[in-house]
């Protein structure tokens, strides 16, 4: 994760990267040919540098749950991956990352240590928090964090992308 966001962060001089950009990175180990398991749809938007790593780190723990025991342990398994930014005074981006396909999740299952490192992350490191809901069809985390720190980050032209 760490490399993946270094590399990224090279190639721009360390200004930053678009959110639709570190996502499709973070998930080019589960891509086979021609096959898409991951859709992601959301504003372009620029991501400054301070915010990339942590991002990074919380993406990747994601998808290795997602391979070990998720949506990505699976052959029919998929992951949509959607976010907004909020026009209100915080100006917010709410990012949902919902697994579908894979194992049923039995409820009332537990959060472990990737849990507790992806709330730390997003709460000490981008100012925001995390839900997570074990749903039997699949496990959604929803993310918020602040960009009011986030000079650098801005709205670029939108588009989906699929990883």
């Known amino acids: ?3 993946i966001a270094h590399d990224l962060l090279t190639q721009t001089r360390w200004i ?9 990175a973070v998930l080019v180990p589960y891509r ?4 898409s398991r991951a859709t992601i749809s959301g504003p372009s938007i ?3 540098a301070r915010a990339v790593v942590p991002l990074s780190m919380v993406l990747h723990e994601m998808t290795t749950n997602a391979a070990k025991s998720g949506a990505l342990s699976t052959r029919r398994g998929t ?3 959607t976010w907004q930014v909020s026009d209100s005074g915080d100006r917010s981006v709410e990012l949902v990352w919902q697994e579908r396909r ?8 537990s959060a472990g240590f990737g849990t507790k490192l992806i709330d730390r992350a997003i709460s000490h490191d981008l100012d925001g928090r995390t839900k997570i809901d074990f749903d039997p ?3 959604r985390w929803t993310i918020t964090f602040s960009t009011g720190g986030f000079a ?3 709205e670029m032209a939108s588009g989906p992308v699929i990883a």
């Open 137 to 139: 069809a699949g496990v």
């Open 46 to 48: 620029l991501l400054p």
């Open 16 to 24: 930053g990267i678009g959110l639709n950009e570190l996502l499709a």
């Open 102 to 109: 894979g194992p049923v999740v039995k409820p009332g299952a």
């Open 152 to 154: 650098g980050l801005r």
């Open 79 to 81: 992951i949509d991956i």
């Open 1 to 3: 994760a760490l490399a």
């Open 32 to 35: 086979s040919a021609g096959e």
